[in-house]
């Protein structure tokens, strides 16, 4: 095993069963000078395993070590982690994987207000921003130039790990009405969805379309119907019509291929899930004026859609990211209130675990989130 010649100094192994669930640390005595023999404990390494994406594309299994947690920082025993399309696109990286994250506060760095040792945290796509610039100073820390991102911030943290350690001001408290395997796809999955809802200001009795239903798609029926929109859900086939309707859409179809949407009801608001971009000349025709479509899915593709449709029609194309953090807040307290929750399918957390998940997903059977649970 690693780490064991360092056994003796207070390594505590949690689940002695596996070396993947230890977290090590160090208790090293101080000896301040010209004081009699002082036994004040410094923890001073923190080492955990992780799984990360590979050049091969395969799930793999690594240690992260931090010497200590820095004041602003709270290490996390991972219970939960939902597996999100986005985590698919990081599969072939060296990283730790994993944005979804729910678990127990283990730790807390000595700056440390808002949480307690035992207190139960989520943590997601933000990892870290600036807290000084334009968008800091307007709640809006999303779009920080100096925001850490997952893949592009802080890469030896993540949800796929037996522990994480985040900064304190990017995890949220999770409401004790939702369970942590309802809470982990919120991280990530509801955060988006909302976001395009609540900051596109939808309105009750507006008309929601939603292309694609899978991780992002079914809680965004979720969302809107429990907001007062009607909802119209757009899916490659049917089979997933009874599950959408149960989930709170009024109007579905079945678009694979087809040519026109004729018939439809005019959408407000179009919140596209699909993991690939989706055939926009289908869609643009069905916009009400003044419509506004959220591309939400990860594409390298261009966007390439009907110009004077758009032109003629007032219509908006919004990108959008997931919340910032008072929004992830409010969609937390929604989703507890109005009873809103993933359908999850369970994996471990373990490397097959994981690849199971992603091919699960990858093969289009997933109903509707993938989410990791750790050993006990
Ligand atoms: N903007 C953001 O901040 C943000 C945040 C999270 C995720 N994302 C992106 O959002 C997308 C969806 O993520 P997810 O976690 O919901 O993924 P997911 O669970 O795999 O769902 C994607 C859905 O897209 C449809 N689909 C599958 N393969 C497709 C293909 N080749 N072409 C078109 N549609 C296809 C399927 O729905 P049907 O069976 O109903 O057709 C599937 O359920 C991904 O691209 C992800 O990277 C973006
Ligand atoms: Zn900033
Ligand atoms: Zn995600």
Redesign the pocket.
């Known amino acids: 095993m690693m780490l064991k010649p360092r056994m003796e100094l207070g390594q505590h192994i949690r689940d002695c069963d596996s070396e993947l669930f230890l977290i090590h640390t160090t208790d090293t005595p101080q000896t301040p000078p010209h004081s009699p023999r002082s036994t004040l404990a410094m923890p001073s390494e923190l080492s955990f395993a992780v799984f990360k994406g590979s050049e091969a594309g395969k799930v793999v299994q690594s240690i992260s070590t931090r010497e200590r947690l820095l004041p602003d920082e709270v290490l996390l025993k991972v219970t939960h982690s939902g597996v999100?399309?986005?985590d698919v696109?990081f599969k072939s990286k060296d990283i730790v994987l994993g944005h979804e994250g729910v678990g127990i506060i283990e730790q807390i760095g000595s700056g440390v207000k808002a949480f307690s040792v035992g207190d139960r945290a989520g943590f997601g796509f933000l990892q870290n921003a600036c807290e000084n610039c334009a968008q800091c100073r307007a709640s809006d820390e999303i779009y920080c130039h100096s925001r850490q991102i997952y893949g592009l911030g802080i890469l030896d943290q993540g949800s796929f790990a037996t522990y994480s350690i985040q900064k304190a001001a990017f995890i949220f408290p999770i409401p004790s009405k939702l369970d942590s395997a309802y809470a982990a796809p919120l991280m990530?999955?509801g955060a988006?969805v909302f976001n395009a809802l609540f900051t596109g200001n939808v309105r009750p009795a507006d008309r929601v379309g939603v292309i694609?239903?899978?991780?992002?798609?079914h809680l965004a029926i979720q969302f809107a119907a429990k907001m007062g929109c009607e909802v119209t859900v757009f899916?490659?086939s049917d089979s997933?019509k009874q599950e959408a309707l149960q989930l709170g859409a009024t109007e579905f179809y079945a678009t694979r291929g087809m040519k026109t949407l004729e018939g439809a009801k005019e959408i407000n608001h179009l919140l596209v899930?699909?993991?690939?971009q989706?055939d926009w000349d289908l869609y643009i025709p069905i916009m009400a004026p003044r419509g506004t479509i959220f591309p939400?899915?990860?594409s390298q593709e261009n966007l390439v859609v009907p110009y004077m449709p758009l032109v003629v029609g007032g219509l908006r194309i919004q990108g959008?990211?997931?919340c910032s953090r008072g929004v992830h807040s409010k969609m937390l307290e929604f989703a507890a209130t109005q009873g809103i929750k993933p359908f999850v399918e369970t994996f471990d957390m373990s490397v097959e675990g994981i690849e199971q998940a992603f091919e699960r997903?990858e093969q289009?059977k997933?109903r509707?989130r993938a989410v990791l649970v750790a050993k006990q």
């Open positions: 999100c399309g986005t696109h990530c999955a988006t694609g239903v899978g991780g992002l798609g899916s490659s997933k899930t699909t993991s690939a989706p939400l899915s990860v959008s990211l997931v997903m289009g997933l509707y």
